[in-house]
């Protein structure tokens, strides 16, 4: 981390966690955040579920919640960014405090409950995108809808027209009885109304799903056979966690989802069981703990064919972005692998 960043950190840092979030991002779009530059190679170079990426690394959903950061994001060094998540109505989430830094622990706990503007503010910020990146949206589901399921197809209907891939968001924690459509028949139906609302658009985009890491073998095991049933293009693998195992923060206790550092094991072994169970059919997105370009490395071979952090960067600034890549670049040179491509799965064993 350059200096000037550790100065800008820390000066942040100093405020209440949300209210740093917010300033992070008035940081951005005013110019003043530092622009890592766009890390790429040969080895680094990826497709995504029919994507061209220059790396494998993308910003996970939640730091921009409203798209309101899309052109400096697109030129901080990820191989793609995902924005949201987007409900069809403004809603504003949970009460304050809903945020908290687990410092000893090198970890976020967050119960936000899908705060944001709403699709119709999103969608005139996506029409005005960059066109030179890859930019996603993470698709929610209000909190007071009578038909929860048919929320994503709505989001998906008003937005879709400005993206390169959506989200379909059924794992977090913040939003009761959301983990729900993890089931089954929830999670087919609600797949199959997003299906027809993608092939209605102009342009037909690939469909990610993000699941929970909580979920057990059957569940997990579930998840694939759907996922592969209904023609889903990635699974991200993982959401928060509910589990507090391990932690020594004060704010340990905290009601919400649980990311950063105490989630990498967790989200990475869930990561190589689902490798195991879809056999290379769909691909993976590794998210979950990653902080380090071992750590990215961990992923890949873990059986993700691409990555995602977000609070990292709460600790680690921008600047961990380049950091990530050059080093992920040098692992997979140490180890003899031209591309991403050819690790992906070769560690797998190693995690189950």
Known sequence: MKILEQIG????????????????LKALTSGLAPRP??????????????????????????????????????????GFVEVGAIT??????????????????????NRFGFNNEGMVVAAERLAQRPRDAVIGLNLGANK???????????VLTKCGDYLDFATVNVSSPNTEKLRDLQGREALTALLDGVTEANSKLDRPIPIFLKIAPDLDHDGLAEIADVAIQTGLSAIIATNTTLSRDGLSSKHKDEMGGLSGQPLFEKSTRVLA??????EGRIPLVGVGGISNAEQAYAKIR???????????LVYGGLSLVEEILQGLDECLLRDGFATVEQ??????????
């Open 144 to 154: 007071d809808s009578d038909d929860r399921a048919s929320d994503y197809a709505k």
């Open 88 to 109: 069809p109505r403004a809603q504003p989430g949970n009460a304050r405090p809903r945020l908290f830094r687990l410092e000893e622990d090198q970890g976020v706990i």
């Open 302 to 312: 873990a059986g993700a064919s691409a990555l995602q952090l977000y609070s990292a």
């Open 9 to 24: 950190m820390r000066a942040i840092r100093s405020f209440d966690p949300e209210t740093a979030h917010g300033l992070a």
């Open 273 to 278: 069981e689902l490798s195991k169970l879809t």
């Open 37 to 78: 530059k766009t890390v790429t190679s040969p080895r680094l170079a990826t497709e995504l579920a029919g994507l061209s990426l220059p790396n494998p690394l993308g910003l996970a959903a939640g730091f921009d919640k409203n798209a309101v950061a899309l052109h400096p994001l697109a030129k901080v060094g990820f």
């Open 343 to 352: 690790a992906i799965g070769s560690g797998r064993g190693d995690w189950l």
